[in-house]
């Protein structure tokens, strides 16, 4: 596992900002990244890219927010190559497999910290 899976700067501050909120969101983000994550891999399967760069888009948006960044770089990467006009299946297949390792970094330092 690499160990900045998770910024814990950030991870700290939105814990610190949600306050009784943040144990319900933390268990939504595992449980909906998880579903992007498989959506993601399915769509690409099916070279739907539209659609692929759409859940990107998604989990992108909340990885980074809880300091999940490299699942939220990977992310962005396959959203703006889902967005191509021609988007590059074997690239896109690659970005999918190096989400699907950030991810389970991800979880398993949220278990590290007994959220996951």
Not at 37 to 57: N, R
Not at 88 to 114: C, F, P, W, Y
């Amino acid at each position: 596992m690499d160990n900045e899976a998770l910024d814990l700067t950030i991870f700290n501050t939105f814990k610190l900002i949600m306050g009784n909120n943040f144990q319900p969101i933390m268990l939504t983000y595992i449980h909906v990244s998880k579903q992007y994550v498989d959506t993601i891999q399915q769509l690409c399967e099916s070279a739907e890219f539209g659609a692929l760069a759409d859940v990107a888009h998604a989990l992108k948006s909340s990885s980074m927010q809880i300091g999940a960044i490299k699942v939220g770089e990977i992310a962005a990467q396959l959203e703006r190559n889902g967005h191509h006009i021609k988007p590059n299946h074997t690239k896109i297949d690659s970005l999918v497999q190096q989400l699907q390792q950030a991810q389970a970094d991800v979880m398993q330092q949220l278990r590290g910290l007994e959220l996951a």
